[in-house]
């Protein structure tokens, strides 16, 4: 017998839907949302099924579309599908195929969502997928906000089976003949979530039996905790920051009167998408030269004599704006691309078309841009600043071409590297580095 009772109580307590609204459920074809379409014809609820055909696994994504397609016409329920080429896709957008798949997903599914008129989305996500999600927050870092696993509901998106196990799933569908595909490459430890899935966590259970309950037990109070920093949070902004004409103005001293300073001012700029250590960068900073710069990829950072000025980067500026994220090998400049690798040798070659950088004065993400009015830096070899304009006066450059020159910047605002010419002095490598980014400038 199906949980009937058990899932209709979860929506209700969560607030997931009311009986008059229209559902989109995202069905692969497994058996965690072939459960799912089941619960809802059988609960009576008004849903449609959308599938992603992706292509990356020859005759059985095939095989997959076709199931999801026989189901929707068994529940007799409408049927949505796309195909998409997921590699052309994380080529164009320096995306791994994990990530790209799930872009294309997300943005197709809210197209559909409004197109017709559905109220929101449902994914079968359960209790494991939410511990697999903490577990990876906390192996890469994370704010608190990383620690709630899996919300039930996040603006259109909606998760009604994380009142179960993956082992109460696996249950369910095999007492109830539930018919679904399996997915070979969920079985691949070449994806992290996979290899928490099928390494770490059989080695946590063995530890705790009742691993999912007591996973399911911290996560509500890791967002309990969370609801009571916001509030913290809400009440702290209110009273130190100010905002004139769209600039947001954090006083100095109130920013080192915080306790905890770093959680507290983390918080305080998680809507200005600034990453952890850039956050790090500002609080060193605040003491220092007064116009020193910070960047995400959507606001500027900038310490102004008493306060930290947070602006937003002209629209322009943040579309001409590309980033490098840690993982990143190559990033496409126009007619230029620039390739990404690192060593732990700390030798050197003496080429202007390469930059061996110390990899430890990095701070992610890192900025390529174009030349923009008061950039400087210091040229390699040299202890003084020089205005960027001087310098490509001084190296030949040609007018038209000073304004097409790569420039990678760090995430603290400095110049790294002017592409293709001379590196900053500060970030050279010297007997105490221990790895090297090299960057190489390559035409396309």
Request: aromatic share 10%.
């Given at each position: 017998m199906l949980p009937l009772q058990q899932f209709t109580n979860y929506i209700k307590k969560n607030a997931l839907f009311s009986n008059q609204d229209k559902i989109l459920l995202a069905v692969s074809g497994g058996k965690d949302s072939a459960l799912m379409a089941?619960?809802?014809k059988?609960?009576?609820?008004?849903?449609?099924?959308?599938?992603?055909?992706?292509?990356l696994r020859g005759d059985e994504s095939q095989r997959d579309e076709a199931f999801v397609k026989l189901l929707a016409t068994n529940l007799e329920v409408p049927f949505h599908v796309i195909h998409f080429d997921a590699k052309v896709y994380a080529n164009e957008h320096q995306l791994s195929i994990q990530m790209a798949a799930r872009d294309l997903r997300y943005q197709w599914f809210e197209?559909?969502?409004?197109?017709?008129?559905?109220?929101?989305?449902?994914?079968?996500?359960?209790?494991?997928?939410?511990?697999?999600?903490?577990?990876?927050?906390?192996?890469?870092?994370?704010?608190?906000?990383?620690?709630?696993g899996i919300l039930p509901k996040r603006d259109k998106l909606l998760r009604p089976l994380l009142f179960l196990s993956r082992q109460e799933i696996d249950k369910l569908v095999k007492e109830n003949d539930i018919d679904f595909v399996e997915d070979s490459s969920n079985e691949s430890t070449k994806y992290a979530r996979n290899k928490i899935r099928l390494t770490v966590i059989p080695q946590l259970r063995e530890i705790n039996p009742n691993l999912e309950h007591t996973f399911s037990q911290n996560i509500n109070r890791f967002a309990e905790t969370e609801e009571v920093l916001q509030g913290v949070i809400t009440q702290t902004r209110k009273e130190i920051v100010r905002e004139v004409d769209g600039v947001a103005y954090f006083p100095i001293e109130k920013i080192n009167a915080l306790r905890p300073q770093k959680l507290l001012f983390f918080e305080l700029?998680?809507?200005y998408h600034f990453t952890d250590k850039v956050v790090d960068e500002i609080l060193e900073s605040l003491n220092k030269q007064s116009g020193t710069s910070f960047y995400s990829h959507t606001h500027r950072a900038t310490i102004n004599r008493n306060d930290v000025m947070i602006s937003t980067l002209p629209k322009e500026q943040a579309h001409k704006n590309q980033f490098i994220h840690p993982k990143d090998q190559r990033?496409?400049?126009?007619?230029?691309?620039?390739l990404i690798s690192y060593t732990t040798s700390n030798g050197v070659e003496d080429n202007r078309n390469k930059a061996f950088i110390d990899a430890n004065k990095l701070i992610f993400p890192l900025v390529i841009r174009f030349k923009q009015d008061g950039d400087r830096f210091m040229p390699l070899g040299m202890k003084q600043?020089?205005?960027?304009?001087?310098?490509?006066?001084?190296?030949?450059v040609p007018l038209p071409q000073k304004g097409k020159i790569p420039l990678i910047i760090n995430g603290n605002g400095e110049i790294i590297w002017v592409a293709g010419l001379r590196q900053d002095n500060r970030y050279k490598?010297?007997?105490?580095?221990?790895?090297?980014a090299i960057f190489e400038l390559l035409n396309t």
């Open positions: 089941q619960l809802f059988l609960a009576g609820f008004q849903f449609s099924i959308a599938h992603c055909n992706f292509n197209t559909i969502r409004q197109e017709n008129d559905y109220s929101f989305i449902a994914l079968a996500h359960h209790q494991n997928d939410s511990i697999e999600t903490l577990l990876l927050n906390l192996t890469r870092g994370t704010g608190i906000s990383g620690m709630h700029l998680k809507p990033i496409l400049v126009e007619n230029q691309q620039i600043f020089k205005k960027l304009s001087d310098f490509l006066i001084d190296s030949k490598v010297n007997a105490t580095t221990k790895k090297v």
